[in-house]
């Protein structure tokens, strides 16, 4: 179930990854909310490159400098991709010993790739904003129900 307070957190996602996000793409912010009763911010992140890259919004990107369509392959040719998305980095980023049964907050559905590693770190339950165009969600809710991680869509932040 939807609360004021997930709304909360993904209206602070969409706000970090206009201000923060790197990538010239699309900007996604993750947070990862300790779920003891004080819902204390125990990781957080946006999609862009490590640091000491050139930031895709500098020109650093094959993806944009060769106008790859979306849903291209991110691990070769033409859409090779360097940044690591939101919820990774912000599960790079945490402490991962507080992980288990946490909340993770992020601006658009995650990638199967994405999926793997939150399941990995022992989240319980994803919130996200619906993206329509994302491809192959199914693929990644059948993963996360397989892998008990509650997923919930949000599609209006009102």
Not at 54 to 78: A, E, L, Q
Not at 84 to 93: D, M
Not at 120 to 140: E, F, K, M, N, P
Request: negative net charge; proline residues 4%; glycine residues 10%.
């Amino acid at each position: 179930m939807i609360t004021t307070r997930d709304i909360k957190w993904l209206k602070a996602c969409v706000s970090c990854a206009e201000i923060f996000a790197t990538c010239a793409k699309a900007q996604f912010w993750c947070f990862i909310i300790e779920d003891n009763g004080y819902g204390r911010i125990i990781g957080q992140g946006y999609n862009g490159v490590p640091a000491g890259m050139k930031h895709c919004i500098d020109g650093g990107c094959p993806r944009w400098i060769n106008k790859v369509p979306h849903g291209t392959p991110y691990d070769y040719g033409d859409g090779l991709c360097y940044s690591s998305h939101a919820e990774v980095s912000a599960l790079a980023h945490g402490d991962g010993s507080r992980y288990k049964g946490s909340t993770l907050y992020v601006n658009g559905p995650p990638c199967l790739t994405c999926a793997k590693s939150i399941a990995a770190a022992g989240i319980g339950r994803i919130v996200c904003l619906s993206q329509s165009d994302r491809l192959y969600t199914d693929v990644t809710e059948a993963f996360l129900a397989a892998a008990n991680v509650e997923l919930e869509y949000v599609s209006d932040l009102s």
